[in-house]
């Protein structure tokens, strides 16, 4: 049973920065493909970022060019690096198999005033 423990989150002002981690733990099996979700209130939880163990790495449109997710294999721990924020990135983000199959972390909350 993977555990996803997320941290890093913050309260910032339109155009700063964020990094967030994602750290797993309680698998003897390698982390394969992860990736980052966010949740707005009253909105879905989508999927933004994901990064294959080889580090190659996908984005959403909303995000590409401003988020950069890395990953460390020797710690399973996944990094989303969030540049030029802006208040609709504000929201709750998790980490997770872009399938989601693990259980979810508590997340980290992320609010982005203007």
């Known amino acids: 049973q993977v555990q996803l423990v997320e941290s890093g989150g913050g309260l910032v002002q339109a155009g700063g920065s964020l990094t967030l981690s994602c750290a797993a733990s309680?698998?003897?099996?390698?982390?394969?493909?992860m990736g980052w979700f966010r949740q707005a209130p009253g909105k879905r939880r989508d999927l933004v970022a994901s990064?294959?163990?080889?580090?190659?790495?996908n984005y959403g449109d909303s995000v590409k060019g401003r988020f950069t997710i890395s990953r460390d294999n020797a710690k399973n721990t996944v990094y989303l690096q969030m540049n030029s924020l802006k208040p609709e990135d504000t929201a709750v983000y998790y980490c997770n198999h872009p399938d989601m199959i693990y259980k979810w972390g508590q997340g980290t909350q992320v609010s982005v005033s203007s």
């Open positions: 990064i294959t163990r080889g580090g190659s790495t």
């Open positions: 309680g698998s003897s099996d390698r982390i394969s493909t």
